[in-house]
């Protein structure tokens, strides 16, 4: 079984520029998440997702910061514009259901902002 | 967001010792998980615990719920080079929302 997919792995830009990262779950979870982490921390909720609903996205900046899972499958965050602090992994995850113990993490990925 | 207090940040060892590594909070917890993360992956679960007082094991690894709900640790016995990584708390807060640590660094010498 395919695990959860992300690209690009790498993304270098400078800041002010868009960028957008891809997540395609595990086929059948439902529940899909974004986090970012930053350099020697864990992994951050950003937003979560059960099916195409956001149902908590309380940490997610919205002023720069937009995600969307339009039928309820692969998910896109996209920043824009981009700032220096917004270098960091980002890792999707996803789950059948909410149980957080049966979260899988894709591989993330590593943004760095010049 | 509110972090774990994870200790220690790092650790280097020989093969073949035994590892502790605890996480501790101000907050009370209903779920205590541990991940481990490897250079340039996801981080993968290695235990889930629920309930106050609980001790599991999976192989050689051994975690526990505090009985406060507001601490656990986790404890690698015998350990050997594939153990190397970053480890992980993460406390599942009332509202499900999961909180992580800032993870603990783990180097062995074979």
């Known amino acids: 079984e395919a695990g959860v997919v992300q690209s690009p792995r790498y993304k270098i830009i400078e800041k002010k520029q868009p960028v957008a990262f891809w997540c395609n779950p595990i086929s059948g979870h439902n529940t899909l998440y974004w986090y970012r982490q930053n350099l020697g921390q864990g992994p951050e909720l950003l937003i979560r997702?059960?099916?195409?609903?956001?149902?908590?996205d309380s940490q997610l900046p919205k002023d720069r910061f937009s995600a969307e899972r339009l039928k309820g499958v692969d998910s896109t965050l996209k920043i824009q514009p981009a700032e220096l602090g917004d270098s960091a992994v980002y890792l999707c995850?996803?789950?059948?259901?909410?149980?957080?113990?049966?979260?899988?993490f894709g591989p993330g990925t590593r943004l760095l902002v010049l | 967001g509110q972090q774990l207090n994870q200790s220690p940040q790092s650790m280097f060892i020989q093969e073949g010792e035994d590892v502790s590594m605890n996480c501790t909070s101000s907050s009370i917890f209903n779920t205590w998980l541990w991940y481990k993360q490897d250079p340039g992956e996801g981080p993968v679960l290695l235990i889930a615990l629920y309930k106050a007082g609980e001790l599991t094991s999976n192989g050689r690894l051994t975690a526990q719920f505090g009985i406060t709900r507001k601490d656990s640790f986790l404890n690698i016995s015998a350990s050997i080079p594939s153990d190397v990584g970053i480890y992980f708390c993460a406390g599942l807060e009332y509202g499900n929302k999961l909180v992580f640590g800032a993870g603990t660094i783990l180097r062995v010498k074979s």
């Open positions: 995850a996803s789950s059948l259901d909410a149980l957080w113990r049966t979260q899988y």
């Open positions: 997702y059960e099916n195409e609903e956001a149902v908590d």
